[in-house]
């Protein structure tokens, strides 16, 4: 895993698709390993250079492991897009090879690595202008971000001023990058990232819950047990139909949607406040 003293950008990554799941303890890792992104019992190694000695190596020693393909590609075409410079709002997000630009607003250090979220989708940047929508009426001292991911949303927060962050995603690779960009931005003090269903930390008593997350999981989310205690609500990563859906359940809960962002009738966000 990239550690905070590499600041150097990615230019091609070797990836190696494994069926099963790498035994707990093992580290992988050499002086070009990204990291390991494991989902459904499969483990994608990532490697900044051919890396099929290391691999073979690896599934060696575990039978668990079986290498089913590998790829080579470009870094931006992995993203789907080149890392960049991006001002959204208040906020400027710079990679950490990039020289920070002159002038004021909020800036965010990202380092994505292979973890989805630069900044750039829609989801996202309607989630960072709802938050700001939110400080620009309140501070919100304690912060519950469920699908954290590279933890962009997490530090917009504690840029505005939130002192308490708890940013959590199921993906122990996300939960790595979220921490390394934590350190990156030297908000250790104020952002924890950890590794957990989000459904199991919904309940947990903030000021402010922020869910860009996956349809399937945010409708377990919206409950009057995980609501209370909250006063702020930022919910997003929705589909029409998804969002049609959310609205329907937010409408039997003592909540008001404040305002609804729509990017091209497909991501829908919503910004919601606890009471009628």
């Known amino acids: 895993m990239r550690n905070s003293e590499d600041l150097r950008p990615i230019s091609d990554i070797y990836v190696y698709y494994c069926s099963g799941r790498v ?14 992104w494991e989902e459904d019992g499969f483990s994608f190694l990532f490697y900044t250079r051919p890396a099929r000695q290391a691999v073979e190596a690896l599934l060696a020693g575990q039978p668990q492991l079986t290498l089913l393909d590998e790829y080579h ?8 897009e080149k890392p960049g410079i991006v001002r959204i709002g208040s906020f400027t997000i710079i990679p950490p090879w990039e020289e920070p630009p002159a002038g004021g607003g909020h800036r965010i250090i990202l380092d994505p690595g292979v973890v989805f979220g630069t900044g750039t989708h829609p989801t996202t940047r309607d989630c960072l202008a709802a938050i700001e929508e939110i400080f620009a009426l309140d501070t ?15 530090l917009a927060a504690g840029r505005l001023g939130s002192r308490q962050i708890l940013a959590v995603d199921n993906n122990i690779l996300a939960v790595q990058t979220a921490s390394r960009n934590v350190r990156l931005n030297r908000m250790e003090s ?29 409708q377990q989310l919206i409950t009057t047990e995980n609501l209370v205690g909250k006063s702020w609500f930022v919910l997003s990563g929705l589909l ?11 409408a039997r809960l003592p909540v008001t949607v404040l305002r609804q962002w729509e990017c091209g009738g497909t991501w829908f966000t919503y910004l919601a406040v606890a009471g009628y």
């Open 23 to 36: 035994a707990p303890g093992t580290n992988p890792v050499s002086a070009d390993f990204i990291g390991n």
């Open 73 to 80: 590609m470009s870094y931006s075409d992995w993203l789907g």
């Open 190 to 218: 104020a952002v924890l990232a950890i590794q957990g269903r989000a459904e199991k930390f919904a309940g947990q008593p903030a000021d402010l819950l922020v869910a860009n997350i996956h349809y399937d999981v945010l």
């Open 140 to 154: 919100p001292q304690t912060v519950l971000d469920l699908g954290t991911g590279t933890g962009v949303l997490a």
């Open 240 to 250: 029409r139909s998804q969002a049609r859906d959310v609205e329907h359940r937010l």
